[in-house]
Nanobody
Framework: QVHLVESGGGLVQAGGSLRLSCVVS????????MGWFRQAPGKEREFVSA????????YYADSVKGRFTISRDDARGAVYLQMNSLKPEDTADYYC?????????????WGQGTQVIVSS
């Protein structure tokens, strides 16, 4: 089992910044990739960003490229999402997720989510 706990959400004005944190614990030795997803009210969940559990590979949705930065702190067992130049359309519940398989594109473990509200 892998446990994920997110934090760092909140209310921010457009143009502001927030940093989301995801603490990862449990059987992490065979993780392949960590991701951030979001779900806005009335919309489907969408991919935001991902980072390899080992190595430096990172991935971003076009909508956040250049504004968001994903990073990993191995010593703390944490993954972060630095969000800058926030827009009202970034308002959503943000979820941290863990993927085990390199071959199956499915995230098996999910956190409880943290809410981000960007006011205009």
């Amino acid at each position: 089992q892998v446990h994920l706990v997110e934090s760092g959400g909140g209310l921010v004005q457009a143009g502001g910044s927030l940093r989301l944190s995801c603490v990862v614990s449990g059987r992490t030795f065979n993780l392949f990739r960590m991701g951030w997803f979001r779900q806005a009210p009335g919309k489907e969940r969408e991919f935001v960003s991902a980072i390899a559990w080992t190595g430096d590979s990172t991935y971003y949705a076009d909508s956040v490229k250049g504004r968001f930065t994903i990073s990993r702190d191995d010593a703390r067992g944490a993954v972060y999402l630095q969000m800058n130049s926030l827009k009202p359309e970034d308002t959503a519940d943000y979820y941290c997720a863990a993927r085990q398989s390199q071959w199956v594109s499915r995230y098996e473990y999910w956190g409880q989510g943290t809410q981000v509200i960007v006011s205009s």
